[in-house]
């Protein structure tokens, strides 16, 4: 819990090294003994990542909580309110942090559990926008080619900034990796929010030819490498990481099948089902994607499923719940809605991989 300077500590501060207590670099201990060094006021999780430490990490805005760690000794001052985070009341009783929202203010010894795929390190790369395309459901299909080819995982997202300019925002890639090649031009879903100060700008007219920032990648969603069936579960815009995590996996699992349930409010908001079409047709027989809408009025012609995601969660989907990998990407409460059912049928939380989309306004 914060002491009264809003610092979080844990356990007696050993041995902390004359020139790390000193001076302006902390060195951060595994529990498995590797070590790294951080600036003293950085924040754990950017810092572990500038260095290619393999974090576990996906939003970095304290909203997900996969890079949860705890804290064994040392002193950390949080960002943001812990008690109002994804950690459990257990959880910060037992001593653990957000890594993405930690300064850190002294030598540490954390208790985290890498992960083994190897890291992307995040770069800043210039670009300019190429592609600029209204869609159903006020969305923008945005494609920006980038000055130098970058590297990225399947569900991955960047940050995007307009030249010039403090505003900055998070999209997830809604293309597939080439695995022979970087990248050199990308693509977003972008969603526009009337507040929102990068899509309103950015939906305002064609900005194509404008040049724009990225940096990334970042997060680690979409990196669940074995070879089994998929289930993705998108909200609105969430789509854009499962378009890419769905190509990436039937290009790469041959034998194994995909079922995209991509939920809109009404079926005239329904957006890139040409490209959900070409993904059935990459492979007929193991792709399935099932639009569903939450309110469309009774009287209308739409024949497909009605309700929400959650609602078509269910033994007719003809899943084996105990061995499918699920990836679910939108709203946070949609999120945390499928989470919940899914393990209930029997997901195992290890295999279910989240993005929770949170609207940034003004
Ligand atoms: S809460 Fe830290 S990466 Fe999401």
Redesign the pocket.
């Known amino acids: 819990m914060p002491d009264s300077n809003g610092e979080i500590r844990a356990a007696p501060m050993e041995e902390a090294g004359p020139e790390s207590r000193a001076g302006q670099v902390c060195r951060i201990r595994l529990r498995s003994g590797e070590t790294f060094p951080v600036a003293r006021n950085s924040l754990l999780?950017g810092s572990a990542l500038a260095q290619g430490v393999n974090y576990?990490?996906?939003?970095?805005?304290?909203?997900?909580?996969?890079?949860?760690t705890r804290l064994v000794s040392g002193r950390i001052s949080p960002r943001i309110d812990f008690a109002l985070?994804?950690l459990t009341n257990q959880e910060l009783k037992d001593g653990y942090i957000?890594?993405?929202?930690a300064k850190v203010r002294t030598d540490l010894e954390i208790d985290v559990k890498l992960i083994v795929h190897d890291v992307i390190l995040p770069r800043m790369i210039a670009g300019r926008i190429t592609g600029w395309e209204r869609l159903p459901g006020d969305v923008i299909d945005l494609r920006v080619t980038l000055e130098e080819s970058l590297h990225f995982a399947a569900g991955q997202y960047a940050a995007l900034a307009i030249s010039g300019s403090f505003v900055r925002r998070s999209f997830s890639f809604s293309d597939a990796p080439d695995p022979e090649a970087p990248a050199c031009e990308v693509g977003f879903l972008v969603k526009h929010l009337p507040d929102g100060q990068f899509s309103d700008w950015l939906a305002r007219e064609d900005r194509r030819g404008v040049p724009i920032w990225l940096e990334g990648p970042f997060?680690q969603m979409g990196l669940d490498d074995e070879p089994r069936d998929a289930l993705c579960v998108a909200g609105g815009t969430g789509l854009a990481p499962v378009l890419a995590i769905a190509a990436d996996r039937v290009r790469r699992f041959p034998g194994n099948r995909v079922t995209i349930i991509f939920g809109v409010r009404r079926a005239e908001r329904l957006f890139a089902l040409d490209r959900l079409q070409a993904l059935v047709d990459m492979a007929p027989d193991r792709v399935r994607v099932i639009p569903v809408v939450s309110d469309e009025p009774a009287q209308t012609a739409w024949s497909g499923a009605r309700g929400r995601v959650t609602d078509l969660l269910d033994s007719d989907l003809g899943i084996d719940f105990s061995e499918v990998s699920v990836f679910a990407c939108g709203a946070p409460p949609m999120v945390a809605e499928v989470e919940r059912r899914l393990l209930s049928l029997g997901v195992s939380a290890d295999r279910f991989h989240a993005d929770k989309f949170e609207p940034s306004g003004a």
């Open positions: 999780l576990p990490h996906s939003c970095r805005v304290g909203t997900c909580g996969r890079c949860k985070s994804p957000l890594a993405c929202q997060g």
